[in-house]
């Protein structure tokens, strides 16, 4: 339907689908042409990936939010974040583990869980609590087989933005119960009106309970790029 909508000179806005509608900057652009030539362009990388680009993100890290991090144990590259997103599940969950997952919430979330054997319990993102996790009703929730808990700020897809109260109150939820907190960042660059997204990496304790997943797929419309990268606690790294 969309398809034909297209052909018949309808301006389509598609929102299925995460997808920007402008294009990657030039500068990028032309600095992948030169980069093709490169030795070693078209061979297998190394699974942790280049020592060059873990070593850019920490400082593009450092300098954005004031974090350090190891660039050989608390940072890796990836396929774009989703590869991350989809595949932490197989590391952390056994068959019949369970996460927990917001909803409304990224549907990535469930369907990677499904996949590992895991189960999905699901808090709710309410209006009247401007979309934030209420920590009483992730408790009742939480049981011995709990592994994970997924966090997403900014949020897709009802755009609220987390405080740093929010993220400590996670931290020492995920303390107390020995959890791991997941935090999808893919959309932290993009805010107004000179507002800055929060990281987990911030939070006291947060590089030692969580681990968080940065995409270029929305800050540089690099979205068929699939480039992203995962910080935080080494031994999940």
């Known amino acids: 339907l969309k398809q034909e909508a297209i052909a018949s000179g309808i301006d389509v806005i598609d929102l299925g689908v995460g997808d920007p509608d402008v294009r990657t900057p030039d ?3 032309e600095r992948l ?5 490169g030795e070693g362009a078209h061979r297998y990388s190394s699974y942790s990936g280049l020592p060059r680009l873990r070593k850019t993100f920490a400082s593009w890290f450092e300098k954005r939010y004031g974090v350090s991090l190891d660039p050989d144990r608390e940072i890796l590259p990836l396929i774009g974040s989703k590869e ?3 595949h932490i599940f197989f590391g952390v969950c056994n068959p019949g583990d369970e996460t927990l997952l917001p909803d409304p919430g990224y549907p990535v979330y469930a369907a990677a869980a499904t996949l590992a054997g895991a189960i999905s319990r699901f808090f709710p993102l309410r209006s009247d609590r401007n979309y934030l996790p209420e920590i009483d009703e992730i408790q009742k929730l939480i049981s011995p087989r709990t592994k994970m808990l997924w966090m997403n700020y900014p949020s897709n897809p009802t755009t609220a933005v987390a405080t740093e109260d929010v993220f400590r109150s996670m931290v020492e939820l ?3 119960n020995r959890l791991l907190i997941c935090h999808d960042t893919a959309y932290a660059e ?8 929060v990281s987990l990496m911030q939070i006291p304790g947060g590089k030692e309970t969580g681990v968080e997943f940065h995409s270029m797929s929305k800050t540089f419309c690099m979205t068929g790029w699939r480039v992203g990268f995962a910080v935080g606690k080494a031994e999940a790294i």
């Open 27 to 29: 500068k990028i652009i």
């Open 33 to 37: 042409k030169s980069a093709v030539h």
């Open 84 to 86: 991350g997103i989809g």
């Open 174 to 176: 995920a303390k107390d």
């Open 190 to 197: 993009l805010a107004f009106d000179g507002r800055k997204s």
